[in-house]
């Protein structure tokens, strides 16, 4: 598939499903990656974990960016760190996806654009009873004029944007989803609106890209009005302690990715 990216961002897929993928998975991740994936007592979300990071280490390893894990920070949002003393790599913002089988990630290495977000979704027309419920009235209209069967693909594209606008904020579905107003201009392109969050500034703005894999649609989003380290730092505490929460920073696990 493609999607119409700027050059300074790139996205990687990664297969999953079998125990045998599993397995090579778990084999390549970084010691203290294994341990955030062995958390998960579901074993399809350990699959589906394992397979993002995978999907991750592709494209850093495509920039150059080998010396490095992919671990969730205090909000749950994936962040790298480096596994020389867990610092935080600044200089990109990563975003992961999984659904069905299909493991996604986005990196950026614009300094300008690194809060990135994606997600992928399976057109499902059960959305359409939940119109009045999780969209904007302008999107509810735009989706109401379609055909049912156009009609179940635009808010199935709403929906993704949605998530992956949420994501590259770094705060999922923490805050009411008609915070996000998406707006699609064609099947490849869009922009969203984010407002009414507290503390957070009222003009964001958001670039949105369309694509499909395996008849799923898939949203990479990336804020252009606000840098990531702005938006990180008006979140607000966490609603719920992640396990990983006060691990993934302690040097002497770190260590362990020098062994």
Same mark, same amino acid.
């Given at each position: 598939?493609?999607?119409?990216?700027?050059?300074?961002? !790139?996205?990687?897929?990664?297969?999953?499903?079998?125990?045998?993928?599993?397995?090579?998975?778990? &084999?390549?991740?970084?010691?203290? #990656?294994? $341990?955030?994936? #062995?958390?998960?007592?579901?074993?399809?979300?350990?699959?589906?974990? /394992?397979?993002?990071?995978?999907?991750?280490?592709?494209?850093?390893?495509? *920039?150059?960016?080998?010396?490095?894990?992919? *671990?969730?920070?205090?909000?749950?949002?994936?962040?790298?760190?480096?596994?020389?003393?867990? @610092?935080?790599?600044?200089?990109?913002?990563?975003?992961? @996806?999984?659904?069905?089988?299909?493991? /996604?990630?986005?990196?950026?290495?614009?300094? #300008?654009?690194?809060?990135?977000?994606?997600?992928?979704?399976?057109? =499902?027309?059960?959305?359409? $009873? @939940? *119109?009045?419920?999780?969209?904007?009235?302008?999107?509810?209209?735009?989706?109401?004029?379609?055909?049912?069967?156009?009609?179940?693909?635009?808010?199935?594209?709403?929906? /993704?944007?949605?998530?992956?606008? +949420?994501?590259?904020?770094? +705060?999922?579905?923490?805050?009411?989803?008609?915070?996000?107003?998406?707006?699609?201009?064609?099947?490849?392109?869009?922009? &969203?609106?984010?407002? =009414?969050?507290?503390?957070?500034?009222?003009?964001?703005?958001?670039? *949105? !890209?369309?694509? %499909?894999?395996?008849?799923?649609?898939?949203?990479?989003?990336?804020? %252009?009005?606000?840098?990531?380290?702005? +938006?990180? =730092?008006?979140?607000?505490?966490?609603?719920?302690?992640? &396990?990983? @929460?006060?691990?993934?920073? %302690?040097?002497?696990?770190?260590? #362990?990715?020098?062994?």
């Amino acid at each position: 598939m493609t999607v119409q990216l700027p050059h300074t961002m !790139r996205l990687a897929f990664h297969g999953y499903g079998s125990p045998e993928d599993h397995q090579v998975d778990m &084999a390549r991740l970084r010691p203290t #990656e294994r $341990k955030y994936v #062995e958390l998960f007592r579901n074993p399809e979300r350990r699959q589906a974990s /394992a397979a993002a990071r995978i999907a991750g280490h592709k494209v850093l390893d495509s *920039l150059g960016c080998n010396h490095v894990s992919v *671990l969730p920070d205090d909000h749950g949002a994936p962040e790298v760190l480096s596994i020389h003393d867990g @610092t935080t790599v600044e200089t990109v913002g990563i975003s992961l @996806t999984h659904r069905k089988g299909v493991a /996604a990630a986005v990196v950026s290495a614009d300094p #300008e654009s690194l809060a990135i977000g994606i997600d992928i979704e399976d057109p =499902n027309p059960s959305l359409l $009873k @939940t *119109l009045d419920d999780f969209f904007t009235e302008s999107e509810q209209s735009e989706i109401r004029a379609l055909k049912p069967v156009h009609a179940v693909q635009r808010a199935t594209a709403i929906w /993704a944007a949605r998530e992956a606008t +949420l994501k590259a904020i770094g +705060l999922g579905f923490a805050v009411p989803a008609r915070c996000v107003d998406v707006h699609i201009i064609d099947e490849t392109t869009g922009t &969203a609106k984010v407002h =009414n969050i507290d503390e957070f500034p009222s003009d964001i703005q958001v670039e *949105l !890209r369309f694509g %499909t894999i395996d008849g799923m649609t898939l949203c990479v989003a990336w804020i %252009t009005s606000h840098s990531l380290q702005q +938006l990180r =730092n008006r979140r607000p505490s966490p609603r719920r302690t992640f &396990a990983w @929460t006060g691990i993934q920073k %302690t040097f002497s696990i770190i260590q #362990e990715e020098r062994t």
